[in-house]
C-alpha cells in the first residue's frame, strides 16, 4: 500500500477566531474622529453649496470643541490617576492620546486649507465676504474704527502679567489676543485680551454680506488699549477645558444644587487644548503652558507641546455657523425645506381620534414636528377630558414651546409630570432653569433614577373617555426640541394600544418613584435586559441562517460600541446571517474581516440633516420584527441609561421603515463605506443622473406626494 492509498485522518475543523482579539475592534476614539473627517468633507465637497459648506466647517469645529472637551479630558484624567487598562483594541490612553493629536493636525491642516483657499474665495466671488483687515478701503477702515470706539473699546479689559499682576483667568472656548509690549522701562511685558463673546463676531462692513472678524478689528486698534506703549506683536489664542464632571448621587442629597454648583465649577475644569497663531513667539506659548500648569497643578493634569494646535487664519472657526446663517444668499444655499403634515393628521381632524383609528407612524425632519408632536401636547392641554400627561424632556433648549404647553397645563389643573435630565450634556443649565420654572407651577417635577440618566423618548396621556380612562403614548428616538426636529431624522409613533399604555405607566412609576417592574410587554429597556434582549435576537438569526433559512439583520443607530453586541454580530455573520448596519458615527466593528465578518457591511450617511433616528430590523424567518428607541449600541446607553425602544407592531409601518433603510444602502452620494482597517470610502454615483442622496429624495418625495402613502420611496 502507497502514501497515496493511505486512508487519510480527517480534516481538524479549523479553530473558531477569538473574537476577543484587539485587531477586531477600532478605537472608540480614533472612530469618532473619522466620523468628524466625514463632516469635514462635506465642507471640502464642492458639490455641496457654498454656504452650506461654510455651516458644516463650523459644525466640525464645534464636534471636536466638544471631543477635546469631554473625550480627550477623560483620557488624560485617565493618564493623571495612573491608569493604564487598554481599551478593547489594545491602546493605553496614553497612546490613544498619541494617535488622536496626530489625526487632529491633519484634519485641522485640510480645515484651513479648504477654508482659506476654496470656500471664502469662493463666496467672495459672490459678494460674501469675510475679511482681512487689510482688505480695507479708507473709508470702510473709519466705518469701522467708529464702531469700534463706540461699540467695542467701551467693552475691552486688556489684563497685563506682570509681578503686580497675575496671570488672569481664561475661560473656556473663548478667544484671546497675546499682546507683546515693551513699556516705559524697555521691559518686554506680555498682556491678554479677551475678544467678548457678547459682542457679534462678525462686524459688517459696508452694504452687502462683507464682513471683519471682531479680533482683526480689535488688533487693528489695540494701540487705544495700551497708550503710550509700544506693541510688539498680537496673536490670537484659545482653549478648551475639561468640562466632564460626574455626580457622586450617594452623596448629593439635593440633586438639583449640586448640578448647580458642578455646572458653576465647570468653568474651572484643567486645560486639555492651547490653540495659537502660527506666528506666536515661542517665548509667549512657553509663557502660557507654565501659567496653565501652574494654575492646574492641583488637578495633575499637564499641558505639554503635543496639546498644543497651530491653526493657520481663522481661529474659533464654531461662529461659521451664525454666519452661514447670517448672509442671506439662498442661491449659495441648500433649497428650502418645508415638513409637510402627516397624511392621516391633515384637515384638522381631532388627533385623539386619529390615533384610536390605528397607529400614526411619523418621520422627522420631513413631516412636521409642529403638525404632530407639538399639536399633540396642544390637544391634550386644550381637551378637558384630558385628566394628566407625563412625558421625558433631554433637551429643553433655552425657549421651549413643549414647556411652555406643560406649564399651561398644570395651571389648568392637570397631573402634569415631567422627567426633566439635569445631566443632558451642555443643556444642564436650560434644563435646570426650566425644572424651576415648571415647579413653580405646580408641575411634578422629578430628575429620575440615582445614577442613570434618563435618555428614553417617552410621553403618556391619559383621558377619561365615558367609563373609562384611554392612555395615549407617544414613543420617539428624538428629543421634545422643537428645534432640533428641523434638523435631526426621527421616527415617532403614536398608539393607543394598551399593553404600551401599562408600559409606560410603569416606566414613568419608576421614574418618579421606587421599584421596577419584572418586565414590561412590550417595551425593551435598559439598563435592565436590553443588550440580553438585542443579542437572543442577534443569536435568532443566527439560528435561522444555521438552519437553512434566510437571515437579516438591518439596523441604523448614532454608534456601535458595545463589545458584546459586536461579538454577537460576528457570530451571526459566521453562522451566515447577512448583516447590514447604517452607523453615522462611532463604530467599532471592523467589517469584511476573513472568517469573522464577511457578511456584515457598515455605511454611514452624512449629509443635509443630522441622522439621529434608531431602528433595528430583524427577518425572523419571515416573521420580520422591527423597533425604534433612543438607545445606540454603546455601554453608556446599555448600562448607565435609562432607554426604551419599542416594536412597531402596524406591518405596513414596518414595511416602510425597512424600505427607509433600504433606501439608504441605495445611496450613492452621502454614503460612506467602511472597510476591514476602519477607514471609509464616500460611494460615488456612476454618472450625475444617477446620483441618488437619501436627504434630497426624501424631501423631494414627500413635497411631491404630499405624503399621500406611508413613507414614499422615489423610484429607482
Given at each position: 500500500?502507497?502514501?497515496?492509498?493511505?486512508?487519510?485522518?480527517?480534516?481538524?475543523?479549523?479553530?473558531?477566531?477569538?473574537?476577543?482579539?484587539?485587531?477586531?475592534?477600532?478605537?472608540?476614539?480614533?472612530?469618532?474622529?473619522?466620523?468628524?473627517?466625514?463632516?469635514?468633507?462635506?465642507?471640502?465637497?464642492?458639490r455641496t453649496p457654498l454656504l452650506e459648506r461654510l455651516k458644516f466647517f463650523g459644525i466640525f469645529s464645534s464636534n471636536l470643541d466638544e471631543f477635546f472637551q469631554i473625550r480627550v479630558a477623560g483620557l488624560k484624567d485617565q493618564l493623571a490617576a495612573g491608569y493604564s487598562e487598554r481599551s478593547p483594541d489594545g491602546l493605553t490612553p496614553e497612546a490613544?492620546?498619541?494617535?488622536?493629536?496626530?489625526?487632529?493636525?491633519?484634519?485641522?491642516?485640510?480645515?484651513?486649507?479648504?477654508?482659506?483657499?476654496?470656500?471664502?474665495?469662493?463666496?467672495?466671488?459672490?459678494?460674501?465676504?469675510?475679511?482681512?483687515?487689510?482688505?480695507?478701503?479708507?473709508?470702510?477702515?473709519?466705518?469701522?474704527?467708529?464702531?469700534?470706539?463706540?461699540?467695542?473699546?467701551?467693552?475691552?479689559?486688556?489684563?497685563?502679567?506682570?509681578?503686580?499682576?497675575?496671570?488672569?483667568?481664561?475661560?473656556?472656548?473663548?478667544?484671546?489676543?497675546?499682546?507683546?509690549?515693551?513699556?516705559?522701562?524697555?521691559?518686554?511685558?506680555?498682556?491678554?485680551?479677551?475678544?467678548?463673546?457678547?459682542?457679534?463676531?462678525?462686524?459688517?462692513?459696508?452694504?452687502?454680506?462683507?464682513?471683519?472678524?471682531?479680533?482683526?478689528?480689535?488688533?487693528?486698534?489695540?494701540?487705544?488699549?495700551?497708550?503710550?506703549?509700544?506693541?510688539?506683536?498680537?496673536?490670537?489664542?484659545?482653549?478648551?477645558?475639561?468640562?466632564?464632571?460626574?455626580?457622586?448621587?450617594?452623596?448629593?442629597?439635593?440633586?438639583?444644587?449640586?448640578?448647580?454648583?458642578?455646572?458653576?465649577?465647570?468653568?474651572?475644569?484643567?486645560?486639555?487644548?492651547?490653540?495659537?497663531?502660527?506666528?506666536?513667539?515661542?517665548?509667549?506659548?512657553?509663557?502660557?503652558?507654565?501659567?496653565?500648569?501652574?494654575?492646574?497643578?492641583?488637578?495633575?493634569?499637564?499641558?505639554?507641546?503635543?496639546?498644543?494646535?497651530?491653526?493657520?487664519?481663522?481661529?474659533?472657526?464654531?461662529?461659521?455657523?451664525?454666519?452661514?446663517?447670517?448672509?442671506?444668499?439662498?442661491?449659495?444655499?441648500?433649497?428650502?425645506?418645508?415638513?409637510?403634515?402627516?397624511?392621516?393628521?391633515?384637515?384638522?381632524?381631532?388627533?385623539?381620534?386619529?390615533?384610536?383609528?390605528?397607529?400614526?407612524?411619523?418621520?422627522?425632519?420631513?413631516?412636521?414636528?409642529?403638525?404632530?408632536?407639538?399639536?399633540?401636547?396642544?390637544?391634550?392641554?386644550?381637551?378637558?377630558?384630558?385628566?394628566?400627561?407625563?412625558?421625558?424632556?433631554?433637551?429643553?433648549?433655552?425657549?421651549?414651546?413643549?414647556?411652555?404647553?406643560?406649564?399651561?397645563?398644570?395651571?389648568?389643573?392637570?397631573?402634569?409630570?415631567?422627567?426633566?435630565?439635569?445631566?443632558?450634556?451642555?443643556?444642564?443649565?436650560?434644563?435646570?432653569?426650566?425644572?424651576?420654572?415648571?415647579?413653580?407651577?405646580?408641575?411634578?417635577?422629578?430628575?429620575?433614577?440615582?445614577?442613570?440618566?434618563?435618555?428614553?423618548?417617552?410621553?403618556?396621556?391619559?383621558?377619561?373617555?365615558?367609563?373609562?380612562?384611554?392612555?395615549?403614548?407617544?414613543?420617539?428616538?428624538?428629543?421634545?426640541?422643537?428645534?432640533?426636529?428641523?434638523?435631526?431624522?426621527?421616527?415617532?409613533?403614536?398608539?393607543?394600544?394598551?399593553?404600551?399604555?401599562?408600559?409606560?405607566?410603569?416606566?414613568?412609576?419608576?421614574?418618579?418613584?421606587?421599584?421596577?417592574?419584572?418586565?414590561?410587554?412590550?417595551?425593551?429597556?435598559?439598563?435592565?435586559?436590553?443588550?440580553?434582549?438585542?443579542?437572543?435576537?442577534?443569536?435568532?438569526?443566527?439560528?435561522?441562517?444555521?438552519?437553512?433559512?434566510?437571515?437579516?439583520?438591518?439596523?441604523?443607530?448614532?454608534?456601535?460600541?458595545?463589545?458584546?453586541?459586536?461579538?454577537?454580530?460576528?457570530?451571526?455573520?459566521?453562522?451566515?446571517?447577512?448583516?447590514?448596519?447604517?452607523?453615522?458615527?462611532?463604530?467599532?466593528?471592523?467589517?469584511?474581516?476573513?472568517?469573522?465578518?464577511?457578511?456584515?457591511?457598515?455605511?454611514?450617511?452624512?449629509?443635509?440633516?443630522?441622522?439621529?433616528?434608531?431602528?433595528?430590523?430583524?427577518?425572523?424567518?419571515?416573521?420580520?420584527?422591527?423597533?425604534?428607541?433612543?438607545?445606540?449600541?454603546?455601554?453608556?446607553?446599555?448600562?448607565?441609561?435609562?432607554?426604551?425602544?419599542?416594536?412597531?407592531?402596524?406591518?405596513?409601518?414596518?414595511?416602510?421603515?425597512?424600505?427607509?433603510?433600504?433606501?439608504?444602502?441605495?445611496?450613492?452620494?452621502?454614503?460612506?463605506?467602511?472597510?476591514?482597517?476602519?477607514?471609509?470610502?464616500?460611494?460615488?454615483?456612476?454618472?450625475?443622473?444617477?446620483?441618488?442622496?437619501?436627504?434630497?429624495?426624501?424631501?423631494?418625495?414627500?413635497?411631491?406626494?404630499?405624503?399621500?402613502?406611508?413613507?414614499?420611496?422615489?423610484?429607482?
Amino acid at each position: 500500500m502507497t502514501d497515496a492509498t493511505l486512508p487519510r485522518a480527517p480534516a481538524s475543523p479549523e479553530p473558531a477566531p477569538d473574537l476577543g482579539q484587539p485587531g477586531l475592534y477600532s478605537n472608540r476614539e480614533l472612530s469618532w474622529l473619522e466620523f468628524n473627517r466625514r463632516v469635514l468633507h462635506e465642507a471640502e465637497d464642492p458639490r455641496t453649496p457654498l454656504l452650506e459648506r461654510l455651516k458644516f466647517f463650523g459644525i466640525f469645529s464645534s464636534n471636536l470643541d466638544e471631543f477635546f472637551q469631554i473625550r480627550v479630558a477623560g483620557l488624560k484624567d485617565q493618564l493623571a490617576a495612573g491608569y493604564s487598562e487598554r481599551s478593547p483594541d489594545g491602546l493605553t490612553p496614553e497612546a490613544q492620546l498619541r494617535q488622536i493629536a496626530a489625526v487632529v493636525r491633519e484634519h485641522v491642516r485640510d480645515h484651513g486649507r479648504a477654508l482659506h483657499e476654496e470656500v471664502l474665495p469662493g463666496l467672495a466671488r459672490h459678494g460674501a465676504a469675510v475679511l482681512d483687515i487689510g482688505d480695507l478701503t479708507e473709508a470702510e477702515r473709519q466705518q469701522v474704527g467708529r464702531h469700534f470706539h463706540d461699540n467695542v473699546f467701551p467693552v475691552l479689559t486688556p489684563l497685563a502679567v506682570d509681578p503686580a499682576h497675575p496671570f488672569p483667568y481664561i475661560s473656556n472656548l473663548s478667544l484671546s489676543l497675546a499682546v507683546a509690549l515693551r513699556d516705559l522701562d524697555g521691559e518686554e511685558r506680555f498682556a491678554r485680551v479677551k475678544v467678548p463673546k457678547i459682542l457679534p463676531r462678525w462686524v459688517r462692513v459696508g452694504e452687502g454680506w462683507r464682513y471683519l472678524p471682531l479680533e482683526q478689528l480689535i488688533t487693528a486698534n489695540i494701540e487705544a488699549l495700551f497708550p503710550g506703549v509700544e506693541i510688539l506683536g498680537c496673536y490670537p489664542f484659545r482653549i478648551t477645558r475639561n468640562t466632564d464632571f460626574e455626580v457622586d448621587h450617594d452623596e448629593a442629597e439635593d440633586l438639583l444644587s449640586t448640578i448647580q454648583e458642578e455646572v458653576r465649577n465647570r468653568r474651572f475644569g484643567a486645560v486639555v487644548r492651547l490653540e495659537v497663531s502660527p506666528n506666536l513667539p515661542q517665548s509667549i506659548r512657553e509663557v502660557l503652558l507654565s501659567e496653565f500648569n501652574a494654575a492646574q497643578a492641583e488637578l495633575s493634569a499637564t499641558l505639554g507641546a503635543d496639546d498644543v494646535y497651530e491653526v493657520s487664519g481663522l481661529l474659533d472657526t464654531a461662529d461659521l455657523l451664525s454666519l452661514a446663517s447670517a448672509i442671506d444668499l439662498p442661491a449659495l444655499k441648500d433649497p428650502p425645506h418645508h415638513p409637510v403634515t402627516p397624511n392621516r393628521l391633515a384637515g384638522g381632524r381631532n388627533m385623539f381620534e386619529v390615533i384610536r383609528e390605528g397607529d400614526v407612524l411619523v418621520h422627522h425632519p420631513y413631516e412636521s414636528f409642529t403638525s404632530s408632536v407639538e399639536r399633540f401636547i396642544q390637544t391634550a392641554v386644550d381637551d378637558p377630558d384630558v385628566v394628566a400627561i407625563k412625558l421625558t424632556l433631554y433637551r429643553t433648549g433655552g425657549d421651549s414651546s413643549i414647556a411652555r404647553l406643560l406649564a399651561q397645563a398644570a395651571e389648568r389643573g392637570k397631573q402634569v409630570a415631567v422627567l426633566i435630565e439635569l445631566q443632558a450634556r451642555f443643556d444642564e443649565e436650560n434644563n435646570i432653569r426650566w425644572a424651576q420654572r415648571l415647579e413653580d407651577v405646580g408641575v411634578h417635577v422629578s430628575y429620575g433614577v440615582a445614577g442613570l440618566k434618563t435618555h428614553a423618548k417617552v410621553m403618556l396621556v391619559v383621558r377619561r373617555e365615558g367609563e373609562t380612562m384611554r392612555r395615549y403614548v407617544h414613543l420617539g428616538t428624538g428629543n421634545y426640541h422643537p428645534r432640533t426636529a428641523r434638523l435631526y431624522t426621527d421616527f415617532g409613533l403614536f398608539t393607543t394600544d394598551p399593553d404600551f399604555g401599562a408600559d409606560l405607566t410603569d416606566l414613568f412609576n419608576v421614574l418618579t418613584g421606587f421599584g421596577a417592574p419584572q418586565e414590561y410587554r412590550r417595551l425593551i429597556t435598559a439598563p435592565r435586559g436590553m443588550r440580553e434582549r438585542f443579542a437572543a435576537m442577534i443569536q435568532r438569526e443566527a439560528d435561522h441562517a444555521r438552519a437553512g433559512r434566510p437571515a437579516r439583520i438591518l439596523a441604523k443607530m448614532n454608534a456601535l460600541v458595545d463589545a458584546a453586541l459586536i461579538r454577537a454580530l460576528y457570530e451571526a455573520s459566521q453562522a451566515g446571517v447577512t448583516v447590514d448596519l447604517i452607523v453615522r458615527g462611532i463604530c467599532c466593528l471592523r467589517p469584511g474581516i476573513p472568517g469573522v465578518s464577511d457578511r456584515i457591511r457598515v455605511i454611514s450617511v452624512i449629509g443635509r440633516f443630522l441622522e439621529h433616528s434608531r431602528a433595528f430590523y430583524f427577518l425572523n424567518g419571515g416573521a420580520e420584527e422591527v423597533y425604534i428607541g433612543s438607545a445606540d449600541w454603546m455601554p453608556r446607553n446599555l448600562d448607565r441609561r435609562i432607554e426604551a425602544v419599542a416594536p412597531v407592531l402596524d406591518p405596513v409601518h414596518r414595511a416602510g421603515i425597512r424600505d427607509q433603510l433600504n433606501l439608504m444602502w441605495q445611496d450613492n452620494r452621502q454614503a460612506w463605506e467602511l472597510d476591514a482597517d476602519g477607514h471609509y470610502t464616500q460611494r460615488r454615483p456612476p454618472s450625475p443622473d444617477l446620483e441618488l442622496a437619501t436627504h434630497r429624495a426624501l424631501v423631494e418625495s414627500h413635497r411631491e406626494t404630499g405624503r399621500t402613502g406611508e413613507f414614499p420611496i422615489p423610484p429607482r
